[in-house]
């Protein structure tokens, strides 16, 4: 049983267009999300994070939306590049900040 | 910056073989965490360390033992390989719960 979602595979989006990715759960217990990227033969590298006190986190093109309610959280990439092209996770942090539950992945494609 | 660095890239083996996977950080962190990828399936953890000779089991530890005899050594175990452990894995550190974690390159594990 996932409780991590990435609900869509791939996403193919025009140079200079948003990216918007999308990650549901099902844990309430869950507290700090985070995103990661991931180049083929490389390792995740983080990416940004968020809080579940907070509901918005920023850093220059990359914005995290937290929806506790609806146990929803994107990832909006604004203006898309096309070194942007990777596997998008997203994961979630739970017990005490010790494990951290990965979502499947959403491969984006950004076309120049 | 954090250096996570995986002994091998890839690494082929046959079943029933014991098969040894090896990480060192350098950045002095106190937990190591070692994870499988498989498509679709994001990334799942095996076992986690927080401290030298301290281990804990992640979602996924069947068939798969560690070590952390030094702090910067984190060493994952395959007693008896069998072909379902054919994967990518991939080791990362952090410095504190609730922190990102720092991946390695990953090695990409054959079992034939």
């Known amino acids: 049983d996932q409780q991590v979602k990435q609900n869509s595979p791939s996403l193919s989006v025009q140079e200079g267009r948003i990216s918007i990715l999308n990650c549901d759960y099902t844990?309430?217990?869950?507290?700090?999300f985070l995103w990661y990227k991931k180049y083929p033969a490389e390792g995740p590298t983080f990416l940004i994070s968020?809080?579940?006190?907070?509901d918005k986190n920023e850093d220059g093109r990359f914005t995290v939306f937290l929806n506790k309610s609806a146990k929803h959280l994107s990832l909006h990439i604004v203006p898309s590049q096309p070194g942007d092209s990777a596997v998008y996770f997203c994961?979630?942090?739970?017990?005490?900040?010790?494990?951290?539950?990965f979502g499947g992945g959403t491969r984006l494609m950004v076309k120049p | 910056d954090v250096k996570v660095t995986q002994s091998s890239r890839y690494l082929v083996k046959r079943t029933g073989e014991k098969v040894f996977l090896e990480c060192v950080q350098d950045?002095?962190?106190?937990?190591m965490f070692w994870y499988r990828q498989d498509p679709g399936l994001g990334l799942r953890l095996i076992y986690f360390?927080?401290?030298?000779?301290?281990?804990e089991k992640g979602d996924i530890p069947e068939g798969y033992s560690v070590s952390r005899e030094k702090k910067e050594r984190f060493s994952l175990i395959l007693e008896s390989a069998s072909t379902n452990q054919t994967s990518m894995y991939l080791c990362?550190?952090?410095?504190?719960?609730?922190?990102?974690?720092?991946f390695g390159d990953g090695t990409r594990l054959s079992i034939l």
């Open positions: 968020i809080s579940s006190i907070k």
């Open positions: 844990n309430s217990m869950f507290d700090y």
């Open positions: 994961a979630a942090y739970h017990n005490a900040g010790n494990m951290l539950t």
């Open positions: 360390s927080y401290d030298v000779k301290m281990k």
């Open positions: 950045m002095d962190h106190e937990n």
């Open positions: 990362a550190s952090r410095r504190a719960p609730n922190q990102p974690q720092h």
